[in-house]
């Protein structure tokens, strides 16, 4: 989907590709090709940025990571996945990041925030992995990561007001993310612009979540949209 000069791909599973084009800088224009969390990917226009959130196969897969790295390509990612990322033949730039961190590249801006299970045991807070807040232009796409509803995400609310567009991907795929229910409730704390369903479909959960989530959000007053596989 576009949104302004943005297009908005879901890869499967976890997994979107995130591409601005033409956006001004300070150094005139450009373009950036974003990946976050690619698994079970095709291949795909080479990366500029890549994200991952965590460790786990899902979404920190090499053997994905290798059908889209270039050289020069950035990939941010937490400490516990730096091993698996330095066997690329390819010079890559790897940047280690953690909840809390901030970086730039030209006017696109990217935040790491938290992301954790509180009643489960698959994703510690103590982990310190991520979800992303991905800034470009008038627009800012939130990835949620591996999550359930944190406390963390009471600062995501009032940022619909804030920018032209605020884009929520949230897992609804239950087990070890948040259920259907619970990243409805998450969408009504954070009030996005856009409500789309992730983590589902492949590894855990299922079409009829993701339009149960959509159903829901519509519901409660919230515009959502599942997105068809690229």
Known sequence: MKIDNVELKWLGHSGFLIASKDVPSKEGRNSKVIYIDPYNIKE???ADIILITHSHYDHCSVADL??????????LLPADCQSKITRSEIPIQIEVFEPGMEIEFGDVKISAVSAYNIDKPFHAKEESW???LIKINDVLIYHAGDTDKIPEMQKLTGFKQKDKT???LLPVGGRFTMSVEEAVEAA???KPSLAIPMHYGSVVGSEEDADEFVEMCKEEG?????LEKS
Do not use: H, R
Request: proline share 0%; net charge positive.
């Open 222 to 226: 919230i515009d959502a949209v599942k």
């Open 130 to 132: 991520m979800g992303y």
């Open 44 to 46: 795909g226009e080479k």
């Open 188 to 190: 009504k704390l954070i």
């Open 66 to 75: 290798n059908k889209i790295i270039k050289k020069g390509t950035k990939i």
């Open 166 to 168: 605020f884009v929520a």
